[in-house]
């Protein structure tokens, strides 16, 4: 098996709160220079920048995984992530008709540009990307795996906008393809404290805003190559695939 290094949790300049230089130019650069394998896009409740930086990517040998950072009506937000242009165009139709209807305020929440290959402005968002959809989480998750995508609950033990922090424990039967922690807890400590993710693969993301941050946690898939139906196995543990997570020095 081979071992790649991947971030699935990064966000653009498209979100609000992602810092103006977090371009998919300087993305894909900084990437490289980590020594990351795999890259996540995931902007908050928008996939535009997917498909641009996966075509940048390439260039450098980095596999790119197309999605978003989905906010369910109860306040959690999820990654997601799907295979083909059509699945991710399908889901942006989704975003967009079910994300709430709330202007953005450039001043108080940040720009939410689309930029081109050259970085220059081809469209500002005007709906609030960090607002939350009219959906459940059962049924985010219902419309990600009907287009074949993975639904990754993010960031599960932070204190806000997380599936514990929001419910306060693990449903029964989530259909999940696996749970994401952050660099505030490990692997151990949170099954420890709550056993009932024992059944899951559990992943850590950067869930970076800033250049600096890409790469400060990945998740090492060991897998054969670099593919989304290897991705999927190695989270399900299937034929010796699998996934670990590692912290490195910022």
């Known amino acids: 098996m081979n071992r790649y290094s991947a971030d699935l949790h990064v966000h653009t300049l498209l979100s609000p709160c992602g810092d103006l230089e977090m371009t998919p130019a300087n993305i894909v650069e900084f990437a490289a220079i980590k020594g990351i394998d795999i890259l996540g896009i995931t902007d908050h409740n928008s996939t535009r920048h997917g498909a641009l930086i996966k075509k940048m990517a390439e260039k450098k040998g980095i596999f790119v995984l197309c999605g978003a950072e989905v906010t369910t009506k109860e306040d959690i937000h999820c990654l997601t992530f799907f295979e083909n242009n059509a699945a991710t165009e399908s889901f942006q139709e989704y975003l967009e008709k079910h994300l709430a209807d709330v202007k953005n305020r450039p001043s108080i929440f940040g720009y939410q540009v689309v930029v081109d290959e050259e970085e220059m402005i081809i469209e500002e968002v005007d709906k609030l990307l960090i607002s939350a959809l009219d959906q459940s989480l059962d049924q985010v998750e219902a419309m990600v795996h009907s287009l074949g995508g993975l639904f990754i609950p993010a960031h599960i033990d932070r204190p ?10 693990v449903p029964s039967g989530l259909n999940a393809d696996a749970l994401e922690i952050s660099r505030n807890t490990t692997p151990g400590a949170l099954r420890k404290k709550f056993p009932e993710v024992a059944g899951y693969t559990l992943t850590g993301s950067s869930d970076a805003h800033f250049l600096q ?9 060991e897998m054969e190559t670099r ?4 991705v999927c196995k190695a989270l399900r543990k299937e034929d010796g695939r699998g996934v670990r997570v590692e912290e490195r020095g910022k």
């Open 227 to 230: 593919s989304f139906a290897e």
């Open 213 to 221: 941050q890409l790469g400060t946690l990945v998740s090492v898939f």
């Open 160 to 169: 806000s906008y997380s599936l514990i922090s929001q419910l306060g424990f």
